[in-house]
């Protein structure tokens, strides 16, 4: 079972998350979908985004601990599923807090 696959609403709270700007947001919804990681060029094909965009915003999700960078025979990118976890349990915790109508 995927990391995705046993957290369904992972994309719905990294969507709505405050705390992540839209490059970012679409970075991680792309990562958490592939388990082993992935390689930029990958990621930029899947976002149709510049090379530039993307690495502006990975710098940021791995200052951050989202994401972590392994050598293979390239980098490979994948989440910190730890720390994307934080995500989900804040939105959680916000509907929580969030009184109904």
Known sequence: MTFLERNPLLPYAIENSKL???????ILNILVQFDTGIPISQIMELMNSSKQTIHFNMKKLLQRHYVLREREMVFVYKVNQSKVLEISEREEQTRKATPSK
């Not at 992540?20 to 679409?26: A, C, D, I, R």
């Open 20 to 26: 992540l700007s839209n490059g970012q947001k679409k």
